[in-house]
């Protein structure tokens, strides 16, 4: 119900638990899931990162992650501040790849970060990730720009987003 914009609340309240059960639900299933498994050849990896908040708008929580055109799937995520470290921290998680091409929009840390030869900066080669974006924001309730609905703890904002990954990952896909 997480995956489909349903609160915490909503669900409890469907399935008449407790919002504590709902929560320890969800973070236990987060636990259970694996990090994706990054491949050994990349051809174009569309890299962004969108924004959302924690309990207020001035506790930004930011969402890195790749997204590998070819495969249709996320290939690594890491969440935090917009800073360089964390792009760096991305980067790190993908770096074991043989990628052909970086594509990403013009946020000042990806130069700084990734191979140059390798980058290509513009908007024409990150239509897929954008369009991923749009599915975060759509089908998770609390990273929607005008709701009610907002993570309260790093943790339970982590484990739906790492749910959410593992969702939209297609099985026969993974490597």
Not at 22 to 36: D, G, R, S, Y
Not at 100 to 124: C, M, N, R
Not at 154 to 159: E, K, Q
Request: aromatic share 8%; net charge positive; hydrophobic share 35%.
């Amino acid at each position: 119900m997480t995956m489909n914009a349903s609160g915490i609340r909503d669900i409890s309240r469907v399935l008449q638990i407790s919002p504590n059960t709902v929560l320890a639900i969800i973070k236990a299933a987060a636990q259970t899931v694996t990090e994706p498994t990054v491949p050994k050849q990349i051809k174009n990896l569309e890299i962004d990162e969108f924004w959302s908040f924690v309990g207020k708008k001035a506790n930004q929580r930011w969402t890195w992650y790749g997204f590998d055109r070819e495969r249709k799937q996320i290939v690594a995520s890491v969440n935090g501040r917009r800073t360089d470290a964390n792009c760096r921290a991305l980067y790190e998680k993908i770096k074991p790849a043989k990628i052909g091409k970086f594509h990403t929009d013009q946020w000042a840390s990806y130069p700084k970060v990734l191979p140059e030869q390798k980058h290509q900066i513009g908007k024409a080669g990150t239509l897929n990730i954008e369009r991923r974006n749009l599915t975060f924001r759509t089908r998770i309730k609390r990273l929607q720009r005008r709701t009610i609905c907002f993570s309260k703890s790093d943790v339970m904002h982590d484990a739906v987003l790492k749910l959410h990954i593992h969702h939209l990952n297609p099985l026969h896909h993974q490597i």
